[in-house]
């Protein structure tokens, strides 16, 4: 994740070098007006469908591309919103969400990983950064790993203080944002371990294995998933299981 944090960054300080040509500034303005991935806000069952929703350019055409070159699209209305109806699998489902506009297109660095035809855990898989979870999920939402870095995260109640996360013997504390997300680096760690979020305590299981592709195993208290980004990143992400009300 390291890596791909620093690319990012580095590909920014490219994009912001001084005085660029004034087509080549027009260029890039206009690609910004249209040239955005959409947003996925929620995933909800209807039937024997998934509704996928959320925010793209306002009339842009949406697309939701799976892996064997099945596609589900629909158009936003003039507002930006959308909603994509996509069969319900049999199993689980990773979809690369991407915004269509005239000949041009913008995918998503994000993957939208449906488990178990909706019935497990909904999320956003983003390499290099914190998974973003759209169903009921505790605390601790995600601990993501790429074999050398790991990140945690999770969501609270709006207007919360400070998040206490205790790992590898440390106490970290972080403040979440403005809608209660927060992430924050854990110490290394080569196996299993225990993590406290906000009073709870949770087992992470460890780095899944190398095999490449999208591989879904049930924790005793989770999911772990090893899947495949953008450039051949390979990344564990370990889903915890909401604890029931």
């Known amino acids: 994740m390291k890596r791909a944090m620093l690319s990012m960054a580095a590909a920014l300080a490219a994009g912001c070098s001084p005085n660029p040509p004034e087509s080549a500034r027009d260029g890039v303005e206009a690609a910004r007006e249209w040239a955005r991935p959409p947003v996925i806000e929620r995933v ?3 039937g024997p469908a998934l509704v996928v929703s959320g925010l793209a350019e306002p009339d842009a055409r949406v697309v939701l591309r799976g892996a064997d070159d099945t596609a589900f699209a629909a158009a936003a209305d003039s507002r930006g919103r959308f909603e994509v109806r996509v069969p319900a699998p049999a199993g689980h489902l ?3 969400p991407e915004t269509q506009a005239g000949q041009d297109s913008a995918p998503s660095p994000d993957r939208l990983l449906i488990l178990e035809s909706g019935r497990g855990p909904i999320v956003m898989l983003r390499t290099g950064g914190a998974t973003r979870r759209l ?8 601990v993501d790993g790429d074999g050398r870095m790991r990140l945690a995260s999770g969501a609270v109640s709006p207007g ?3 998040v206490e996360v205790q790992s590898g ?9 403005a809608g209660g997300r927060w992430s924050v680096i854990l110490p290394p760690r080569d196996g299993p371990e225990s993590i406290r979020v906000a009073g709870r305590e949770f087992l992470w299981p460890g780095e899944a294995g190398g095999s490449s592709g999208l591989v879904a195993e049930r924790t005793d208290a ?3 998933v090893r899947w495949t980004g953008p450039g051949g990143a390979r990344q564990t992400t370990w889903l915890p299981d909401r604890v029931p009300s």
Do not use: N
């Not at 013997?169 to 944002?177: K, S």
């Open 135 to 142: 169903d009921a999920a505790p605390a601790l939402g995600a």
């Open 169 to 177: 013997g440390e106490i970290l504390r972080v403040v979440p944002d």
């Open 44 to 46: 909800d069952r209807t």
């Open 160 to 162: 919360t203080a400070a």
């Open 222 to 224: 989770g999911w772990r």
């Open 94 to 96: 990773l979809l690369r």
